[in-house]
């Protein structure tokens, strides 16, 4: 209640809607990103108070889970990765005239499944932290390393790629003086990198510069609508009732895939929708893909709540979920806040604020949905060539703003082609900046419980729960070997043809 009471002043309510009306609006043009709204509007947060910045940031989360939709039911080009599986359905709805009917299934679903997921993350956050609050520096250190794996596992692409990213973290998160023995750490000799690479020009280049130059193609082609005259027609309560099966499943998939660092809305969606229609009878799977409306309600809603699912362990654990929770990790940092598990007990009130801040984005998001649907598609109609221009633009200026210099606008620049040469390999950015965040918390507790320990390793194996967190650490390295010995083998062996 608490939560609510602070987030529910005019102005903050003001912010919050704003922020969602935003989120909508990015996450329907194509080859923008919410990750990439948040970039851009980070200058702005650093002179705000800190509660009303993130309720920023949610609003922009939760609206592009919807506004991603538009897009891909309207023109079949996702506007966000997560709704690539809404296009599966909505776009062949809206070939037989159903336009304004898959959007309504959209919205809908979307509004459940956020609403679900922000059950499930009030259940959750004060649990997991009561838990974390508990935890002595040796299980910090390694509840770290574990998210650091976890991510490397089931991010797109191997292992191996992923891990290459955390390590580049890793030794951004390295530079500059040692905290506890004020020794230079590969500075060059340069003054200027004495005090760290800036953890937000990093940011900016990884999801601002990176992701303007992967997708500047887009500027140079164009998109047809398939119809111009939408009318939102929202299903009844009855018909979604019907339905509960494809709601259900995809929020529960949403919730708990939501919450494994770094695989988040991607992952579940296709998989919420794989189980749908495996288990569907009415419709037949076979019909799955030719527009029926589970197709559209189990990715939508479990699009959703996974909004939910990633802020538990990024409030709990220091641990994004996504992107986008990996940027808010890294604003927390910039206002002064400590992201991990003393953030519940240093600053509850952020904790419930934020919590508070994503059902109320969640319930505007269906209101400026109903009221806007027209004026969204306007703008979808618009030539996106002068977007990706005002964008680095502002994320130019962010970069700047963060130290009022232009190294860390360097610095951006650098990272923004690493990130493009490495996401155009398959190498998840995301890592990049987990490893920038986690590295420094790792290495102080590692080296703080070496010291409480007397130098005695053992200090991480001591106790049930830390000889849990070292055999899921092993075992996901042990499953990569094995997978990768498995690839060699199937590689190496010859074909039927050519023993024949």
Known sequence: MQGFADIGTLSNLAILFVGTGLGILVGALPGLSSPMAIIVLLPITFTMETLPAFALMVGIYVGTKLGGSFSAILLRTPGTPASACTALDGYPMAIRGEAGLALGYATMSSTIGGLLGWMGAVVAVPVIAGVALHSAP??????????????????????????????????????????????????????????????????????????????????????????????????????MVRRWRAWLIGSTYGLGIGAIPGVGADGSTWLSYATVKNQSKDPPPEAFGTGVPEGVITPESSNNATTGGALVPMLTLGIPGDGSTAIMLGA????????????????????????????????????????????????????????????????????????????PVYVAITFGFVGFLLESRGFPVVTIVLGAILGPIIEYNVRLGLALSGGDWSTFFDTGPRIALVGIIVFLFANEVRGTIRSWRKASSPRPSETA
């Open 138 to 239: 040796p299980d910090i250190a390694l509840i770290g390393i574990a998210g650091l794996v976890m991510v490397s596992a089931f991010a797109r692409g191997s292992m191996v790629k992923g891990f290459s990213g955390v390590l580049i973290g890793l030794l951004v998160s390295s530079v500059g003086i040692d905290s506890q023995d004020a020794t230079m750490r590969y500075t060059f000799g340069q003054t200027v990198m004495e005090s760290g690479i800036p953890f937000a020009a990093v940011l900016v280049g990884v999801f601002g510069f990176a992701v303007v130059f992967s997708d500047i193609a887009m500027t140079v082609k164009g998109s047809e609508l398939l119809t111009r005259d939408v009318n939102l027609r929202v299903p009844s309560i009855g018909d």
């Open 332 to 407: 927390m940092i910039m206002h002064g806040l400590t992201p991990g598990v003393s953030l519940m007990r240093d600053d509850p009130h952020i904790v419930y604020g934020l919590l508070a801040a994503l059902l109320i984005a969640t319930l505007f998001m269906f209101v400026i949905a109903m009221g806007a649907i027209r004026s969204f598609v306007f703008i979808l109609q618009r030539d996106r060539n002068v977007l990706f221009p005002f964008i680095l633009i502002f994320a130019t200026i962010g970069a700047f703003s963060s130290s009022n210099s232009l190294f």
